[in-house]
Structure formats: C-alpha cells, structure tokens
C-alpha cells in the first residue's frame, strides 16, 4: 500500500471549514484513498473513501487532484465535536475486497476552537 | 454496517499473568483484525483472524505473545501473554463493514503494573 503524508496537527474554528490535506505522491491506479477518523478513546470511524473522482457524503467531501497524488478532506462547518485525529489511508481494491487490511499513520491531530 | 462489542473495556493487570480480549461480531465476517495502539502512537496491525486456519501475523509479532481465537464467523480473542508494562496499550478488534469500510470495536485499554 502507499505510503501517505499528512501534517501532524490542525486548528480550525467551529463553523468554518476544515480543509485536511493528504499526499500519496506513490499511489497506484488500483489504490483507493481513504479516510478514518479517531475520537479520544474510541475506536476508528470510517469517514470516506474514493478512487479518482470526488465524494461527497453526510460527513465530508473528500477532493482527489487529477493526478491523484494528493488529496483533501473537507469537513464544512467544523464542530467541537470533529475534535479528533484523522488519518488518510492508500489500500489497494474497493470496499469489495475482501482480505485486505488498512495500514495507519501518524495522522493529522484536527483540534476545533470555540 | 457491523456493530462489534469488545470486552474488557478496560483491565489493570499484574505483569506475568495474561488477559484475554473478546470481540463479538452482530453478524458474519470472513475477516477479523486485531491492532493495537501504544500511548500516544498510531494503530499497528497485530494479525489477522481467519475462521478455521491459523491467523496471519504482521512483523513484529508472534503467536506465542498474542495467541489468537477464532472458533466462528462471529467471534475472535486475542491473548495478550505474561505481560509486562511495555505491553499497555489499547487493542482493538475491526472487521470489514458490509457496504463501507472498517469498523473498529471501542477498544481495551490495558494497563500492566
């Protein structure tokens, strides 16, 4: 799976958007990027995921560049609550591939002020 | 998506002894996933739990440490053996979602004093 980037901290306001960025410069065709996030002292939460064309869902937009070697997580009016940090995730198959295994890193520590 | 209920949530142990995990699926998974979570660290992949075979470890990691269960479709353990305090961590169990990605139990904290 490719290695990914992100920085290791962020602030954002509450109500503004938060833009989290992710660089993937080795991914492969087949590599899907995705998105997860961790709450202080639960478990992972899947946010999105997407191939090469942007998503969008009840929680985040998720922007690929064309080239697909960098990416952004948009979460539109940031609340208290998204306090978390956030990983971007490269893996190889859609969701329909059975077997594979996400590989974390560091992560982006997303604090949201009041 | 699954819904997973991890036990203990959380345990204080005595170096030397082991603990147990449990992690109880609500429905069918080929595939259970054990990380685990060092203070202040990212998650690392321990192994890999397959139903009916032996499970599948990463670097760094072997079975007589973290031995692994899998009886059926829905449930998993993983032993944490003669712990000492390098082992506290958080250990969680994920499988993978039926339309979306993975999910994770809330995890185990463990403590070894």
């Known amino acids: 799976d490719a290695k990914t980037t992100q920085p290791p901290s962020m602030d954002c306001a509450e109500g503004r958007a938060a833009n989290l960025p992710c660089n993937h410069s080795?991914?492969?065709?087949?590599?899907?990027v995705y998105w997860y996030r961790q709450i202080h002292s639960q478990g992972p939460q899947y946010i999105i995921h997407?191939?090469?064309n942007n998503e969008t869902n009840e929680m985040a937009s998720l922007i690929i560049t064309e080239d697909r070697k960098s990416s952004t997580l948009i979460l539109p009016h940031a609340t208290l609550r998204d306090t978390a940090v956030y990983y971007c995730?490269?893996?190889?198959?859609?969701?329909?591939?059975?077997?594979?295994?996400?590989?974390f890193g560091e992560g982006t520590q997303l604090t949201v002020n009041p | 998506s699954a819904v997973i209920s991890q036990k203990p949530s959380r345990d204080i142990c005595q170096r030397g002894t082991s603990l147990t995990i449990q992690c109880q699926v609500d429905?069918?998974?080929?595939?259970m996933f054990w990380y685990r979570q060092q203070p202040g660290q990212s998650l690392t992949l321990i192994a890999t739990?397959?139903?009916?075979?032996?499970?599948?470890?990463e670097s760094g990691f072997v079975i007589d440490k973290f031995p692994i269960s899998r009886p059926n479709l829905t449930f998993s353990t993983l032993t944490v053996s003669n712990m000492s305090p390098e082992d506290s961590s958080i250990y969680l169990c994920?499988?993978?979602?039926?339309?979306?990605?993975?999910?994770f139990g809330s995890g185990t904290r463990l403590t070894v004093v």
């Open positions: 739990a397959n139903q009916g075979s032996e499970a599948t470890y």
């Open positions: 995730i490269v893996r190889a198959g859609g969701v329909e591939t059975s077997g594979s295994r996400l590989t």
């Open positions: 080795t991914i492969s065709g087949n590599e899907y």
């Open positions: 994920s499988v993978k979602g039926t339309n979306y990605g993975y999910t």
């Open positions: 997407g191939l090469k």
């Open positions: 429905s069918q998974v080929t595939m």
